[in-house]
T-cell receptor, first 116, second 112 residues
Framework: GAGVSQSPSNKVTEKGKDVELRCDPISGHTALYWYRQSLGQGLEFLIYFQGNSAPDKSGLPSDRFSAERTGGSVSTLTIQRTQQEDSAVYLC??????????????FGPGTRLTVT | QKEVEQNSGPLSVPEGAIASLNCTYSDRVSQSFFWYRQYSGKSPELIMSIYSNGDKEDGRFTAQLNKASQYVSLLIRDSQPSDSATYLCAVNISGSARQLTFGSGTQLTVLP
């Protein structure tokens, strides 16, 4: 079946501009996660959504970052007033459920964000 | 101390050998453990999950978990050049965490 999809695959933006990154999870997966991977850095958790519950925003690095998930499916990560340190690959993952044995997370191809 | 630690490598093994990748974690209540493979320029690909102490085998891959020692490993038998990648260990740190905490990865090269 179809895996996690993300768009765009690449995004180049000027410092100070806002960007929106999109994620479409695997059909039937109720949990959706955003991570980012910077050059030379590990994978860093940003936010996760489980069904209609309030999202866990504990990993968002600043208030310039926000995310929403509409209808329990597609999610959009928004970065306002981008800075050069925001340059990274933004990865979305989904799982059947959050936590427990069904927490196997499958990643999308990522969006490479470059802030100039 | 990092929450999830891996030897960064690089680890080189000859084709056909067994590659052994190791990971330790800090939180005793961690319950779920995963190994991902990441090729250069690509996103992580889930290859193994393990939840109980002992071994779990899937084809050429064996994951080993020892919760008492807070240690999880991945063995790759009959290593192939196509196994050359970075291997990421991921853990649900603490009982309530839903997100994964990743190690920094071990770069594996399988020499033909």
């Amino acid at each position: 079946g179809a895996g996690v999809s993300q768009s765009p695959s690449n995004k180049v933006t000027e410092k100070g501009k806002d960007v929106e990154l999109r994620c479409d999870p695997i059909s039937g997966h109720t949990a959706l996660y955003w991570y980012r991977q910077s050059l030379g850095q590990g994978l860093e958790f940003l936010i996760y959504f489980q069904g209609n519950s309030a999202p866990d925003k504990s990993g968002l690095p600043s208030d310039r970052f926000s995310a929403e998930r509409t209808g329990g499916s597609v999610s959009t990560l928004t970065i306002q007033r981008t800075q050069q340190e925001d340059s990274a690959v933004y990865l979305c993952a989904s799982s059947l459920l959050a936590g427990g044995p069904l927490n196997e997370q499958y990643f999308g191809p990522g969006t490479r964000l470059t802030v100039t | 101390q990092k929450e999830v630690e891996q030897n960064s490598g690089p680890l080189s093994v000859p084709e056909g050998a067994i590659a052994s990748l190791n990971c330790t974690y800090s939180d005793r209540v961690s319950q779920s453990f995963f190994w991902y493979r990441q090729y250069s320029g690509k996103s992580p690909e889930l290859i193994m999950s393990i939840y109980s102490n002992g071994d779990k085998e899937d084809g050429r891959f064996t994951a080993q978990l020892n919760k008492a020692s807070q240690y999880v490993s991945l063995l790759i038998r009959d290593s192939q050049p196509s196994d050359s990648a970075t291997y990421l260990c991921a853990v649900n740190i603490s009982g309530s965490a839903r997100q994964l905490t990743f190690g920094s990865g071990t770069q594996l090269t399988v020499l033909p």
